[in-house]
């Protein structure tokens, strides 16, 4: 029901036999690189796309990319202790369909970032071109090399960050929420807590929030499977939104047509 600017789901993928970001090795990074290249650029129909390393790009093509919301940017000091962005930028690149909907970051804080995005609130939409990519992608890899997806039976999907343990799947929506703002980030802090969520700026876990537009996503990844998180997701920013109008009443709020 929410009028949402844009919907995002992404998960984390890992591969049998190569170390994650914080210990792989440069050669092993290469190597992976080379195979997911070929792989990526195999995939057919809606997902077929290009893969453009970060090494060597275009100063003006990379900002554009990461103005677009499509691409990780180096510097984060998390990253940075944790020994993630050695060799920085070779070895990391984005592979992304035609029409931006379907990409795949490589190397960057996990092995792989597989990704399914668009303007809109198509949440089924987004989220069927998310599975039919990741099948494909762990298809086409396996196909050209053996691997397979680095998955235990206890904790799920591994990832280099434990927070991702499990499905390593987040989906999320930007929104509006002017009465929560006004009512103040540790209300709406407080409120997404309650309801499994997650808020954050629209610039991603670090950039900070401006404005009254905001990145909405599911905060669990283990325990719950990949359609329970989407639908918690989705009520929890129906719910959000319905007590915004009602706060935005609370605060005489009157929004531009």
Same mark, same amino acid.
């Given at each position: 029901?929410?009028?949402?600017?844009?919907?995002? %789901?992404?998960?984390?993928?890992?591969?049998? &036999?190569?170390?994650?970001?914080?210990?792989?090795? =440069?050669? !092993?990074?290469?190597?992976?690189?080379?195979?997911?290249? *070929?792989?990526?650029?195999?995939?057919?129909?809606?997902?077929?796309?290009?893969?453009?390393?970060?090494?060597?790009?275009?100063?003006?093509?990379? !900002?554009?990319?990461?103005?677009?919301?499509?691409?990780?940017?180096?510097?984060?000091?998390?990253?940075?202790?944790?020994?993630?962005?050695?060799?920085?930028?070779?070895? =990391?690149?984005?592979?992304?369909?035609?029409?931006?909907?379907?990409?795949?970051?490589?190397?960057?804080?996990?092995?792989?970032?597989?990704?399914?995005?668009?303007? &809109?609130?198509?949440?089924?939409?987004?989220?069927?071109?998310?599975? =039919?990519? %990741?099948?494909?992608?762990?298809?086409?890899?396996?196909?050209?090399?053996?691997?397979?997806?680095?998955?235990?039976?206890?904790?799920?999907? %591994?990832?280099?960050?434990?927070?991702?343990?499990?499905?390593?799947?987040?989906?999320?929506?930007?929104?509006?929420?002017?009465?929560?703002?006004?009512?103040?980030?540790?209300?709406? *802090?407080?409120?997404?807590?309650?309801?499994?969520? !997650?808020?954050?700026?629209?610039?991603?876990?670090?950039?900070? !929030?401006?404005?009254?537009?905001?990145? %909405?996503? *599911?905060?669990? =990844?283990?325990?719950?499977?990949?359609?329970?998180?989407?639908?918690?997701?989705?009520?929890?920013?129906?719910?959000?939104?319905?007590?915004?109008?009602?706060?935005?009443?609370?605060?005489?709020?009157?929004?531009?047509?």
């Amino acid at each position: 029901n929410a009028p949402v600017h844009s919907t995002r %789901i992404r998960v984390g993928r890992s591969f049998k &036999g190569f170390g994650l970001s914080p210990g792989i090795t =440069r050669e !092993q990074r290469l190597e992976l690189e080379s195979l997911l290249k *070929n792989a990526l650029e195999a995939l057919g129909d809606d997902l077929k796309g290009s893969y453009y390393p970060l090494l060597g790009m275009e100063e003006k093509v990379r !900002q554009q990319l990461v103005d677009d919301h499509f691409l990780f940017v180096s510097g984060d000091p998390n990253l940075i202790v944790g020994g993630m962005e050695r060799d920085w930028p070779e070895g =990391r690149g984005i592979y992304h369909n035609a029409d931006k909907t379907f990409l795949v970051w490589v190397n960057e804080e996990d092995q792989t970032r597989i990704i399914s995005m668009q303007k &809109g609130g198509d949440v089924k939409g987004v989220f069927s071109r998310l599975a =039919r990519g %990741i099948e494909a992608v762990g298809k086409s890899v396996k196909d050209a090399s053996g691997v397979e997806f680095l998955l235990d039976e206890k904790y799920g999907y %591994i990832h280099s960050c434990p927070t991702n343990l499990g499905t390593g799947m987040r989906a999320s929506v930007h929104v509006d929420l002017p009465g929560w703002t006004a009512e103040g980030s540790g209300a709406l *802090n407080e409120r997404c807590e309650k309801l499994n969520l !997650q808020p954050r700026g629209t610039r991603g876990e670090s950039g900070g !929030q401006t404005g009254i537009t905001y990145d %909405i996503s *599911n905060k669990h =990844r283990l325990g719950y499977s990949e359609v329970e998180l989407v639908q918690c997701m989705i009520d929890g920013v129906n719910t959000l939104f319905d007590e915004d109008l009602m706060l935005q009443i609370k605060h005489n709020i009157k929004l531009k047509e």
